[in-house]
């Protein structure tokens, strides 16, 4: 991992090996962090940040789902972001924002504990690799929408990702997919799904999965390019006979599918997925002005 100079760190931008908590910390022990993924990009007008106000939006209100007050104003918070890529001066990379409950009286409910805000950022290239991605039906399941909020990002989850993950990635594959407790698909490990059959773009509807910001984005592209989206349960079996599938995150970006398990899929990257990997490109570097409005641009 290349470090940067600095992080946003409770109102103050301090040197990378000064950003600490303490030990005993509450969401250290017991998964109660509020964060976010965002990615910045290098464009013709500089540094932009993509989608900022809504992964600020998402990260407060995954802060609301665990009680947590947080000490600063989303224009706050915002600001802070920017300031954090400026201050490092990187043309493109990763911001991690994080929200927790530090150090106090170590019990469940974390009660009068004091709230800590950090932000960071950090160079990183591409997530899932050039090739398409063979992914592996995880024996995990996607935690169940009745034992917490499945549409926010808290620290916690992602011990459910990670096994998931990790028994793919031992077994040689790139990324798990997730199923449901009813058995429908739900996501990857840190990405949202969609398939392409006939021409139709199906994609799994919220519920039991997180509300990704990449995916809200390509819906609207696909739209915009004049593609029918559908929100609908999917079973393992649509995923092997759709013409087309690709992942889609902050970190994967607009990533296509290859495998299932052992079986490969029709494409390997199809026209209407290569389409809209272009187009998302094309946005996030700043090329259409029509979507300015989702670039955050760092002077």
């Not at 600490?20 to 509020?34: F, L, P, Q, R, S």
Request: aromatic residues 10%.
């Amino acid at each position: 991992m290349e470090t940067t100079d600095k992080i946003w760190f409770n109102g103050k931008l301090v040197p990378w090996s000064e950003a600490k908590v303490h030990v005993i910390n509450h969401t250290m022990h017991y998964g109660t962090g509020a964060f976010e993924g965002m990615r910045f990009y290098d464009t013709k007008k500089g540094p932009a940040i993509f989608q900022l106000d809504r992964h600020i939006d998402r990260w407060l209100y995954s802060a609301k789902c665990l009680h947590m007050k947080v000490p600063y104003s989303k224009a706050e918070l915002r600001q802070a972001t920017i300031e954090t890529v400026k201050v490092n001066k990187i043309k493109e990379g990763y911001i991690r924002p994080i929200a927790y409950y530090d150090h106090g009286p170590l019990r469940v409910n974390p009660v009068d504990l004091p709230v800590g805000v950090a932000i960071a950022c950090w160079p990183w290239g591409s997530y899932l690799g050039e090739e398409s991605a063979r992914l592996k039906v995880s024996s995990y399941i996607r935690i169940h929408p009745q034992t917490t909020y499945t549409d926010a990002k808290i620290t916690g989850h992602y011990v459910n990702a990670m096994l998931a993950v990790r028994e793919a990635t031992e077994a040689g594959y790139t990324e798990a997919l997730m199923l449901d407790y009813e058995g429908y698909v739900a996501e990857g490990s840190a990405e949202n799904i969609f398939i392409i059959k006939d021409g139709i773009i199906y994609t799994p509807p919220l519920g039991t999965i997180l509300a990704g910001i990449t995916r809200e984005s390509v819906i609207t592209l696909a739209k915009d390019l004049g593609y029918k989206v559908v929100e609908k349960k999917l079973k393992i079996k649509d995923i092997l006979e759709a013409n087309e599938c690709f992942l889609t995150g902050t970190a994967a970006e607009v990533s296509p599918v290859g495998q299932i398990d052992k079986q490969k899929l029709q494409n390997q990257l199809g026209p209407v997925t290569a389409k809209l990997k272009k187009r998302f490109e094309q946005v996030i570097c700043a090329e259409d002005e029509k979507y300015y409005k989702w670039l955050t641009f760092v002077k």
